[in-house]
């Protein structure tokens, strides 16, 4: 249940936070995509929880959470093949935009060199070859295609303003794909409350909007996912 009253918290502030947006960028914004959107968040919440402790766990010796994480990339890829979406308009393919790769590789070494100085600063302890393995792969592969993919799609067309910047043509849709993705690590309900970590949203908030960056001037999740998957892994590996 407490999961369900925290998604329910998340919902309440995308809705909220579009209806603010609404109010001063009247005709540009679709209720209905943002809504899909809203059914987005729900869909892979309860993929994550194996619909919230209902569904079997098929590895219940596992340390981590593979059989959420698959099934909400199978649920994610699913939804990027239904006609209103498209793999390749939410960016899940491997063609990246003719000259992006020029301006994108330079701020992807940035930021690898970035966390492998902060892997240095601040060595994690010895981990497990399963922890190792699975920050290698599913948090970029899970998390990558929702959030920069379909959720971004949605977001996107709920909210058609657009400004230049950096390259690329920003939205509220971006916003608040990051936003959401900073909610789902920094957001809960237990114990009767909702708990808010504003060091962990900056931390998971911030830094994806580099990822979105990224998405958006190579069209795809290719390098938001190496990306993800270097940040999360090199300081268990150095």
Not at 44 to 73: H, I, S
Not at 86 to 113: D, E, H, M, N
Not at 137 to 142: A, K, R, S, V
Not at 191 to 201: H, I, R, V
Request: hydrophobic share 55%.
């Amino acid at each position: 249940m407490n999961g369900i009253i925290g998604l329910l918290g998340v919902l309440a502030i995308l809705i909220a936070t579009g209806a603010i947006i609404g109010v001063f960028s009247r005709g540009q914004v679709s209720w209905r995509w943002l809504m899909v959107g809203a059914a987005l968040v729900s869909i892979n919440d309860a993929m994550l929880t194996q619909a919230y402790g209902l569904a079997p766990r098929l590895f219940p010796a596992a340390e981590w959470n593979w059989q959420g994480k698959v099934c909400a990339l199978l649920a994610t890829l699913a939804i990027a093949a239904m006609p209103a979406f498209g793999w390749r308009r939410c960016g899940i393919t491997l063609r990246q935009a003719r000259g992006s790769l020029a301006a994108s590789i330079p701020v992807l070494l940035l930021y690898c060199a970035f966390f492998i100085a902060i892997a240095f600063a601040f060595p994690s302890g010895p981990a497990s070859h399963e922890t190792v393995a699975f920050q290698l792969t599913m948090p970029g592969f899970e998390e990558e295609p929702f959030y920069r993919g379909i959720l971004l799609f949605a977001l996107d067309r709920a909210f058609t303003g657009r400004v230049r910047l950096l390259g690329v043509d920003w939205g509220w849709g971006a916003v608040l794909s990051c936003a959401m993705f900073g909610l789902a690590h920094a957001f809960s309900y237990s114990g009767g409350q909702f708990t808010f970590d504003a060091m962990t949203m900056a931390l998971t908030a911030l830094p994806s909007f580099i990822a979105v960056w990224l998405r958006l001037r190579t069209g795809s999740v290719l390098l938001p996912v190496v990306m993800h998957n270097f940040g999360n892994s090199i300081s268990l590996i150095l």
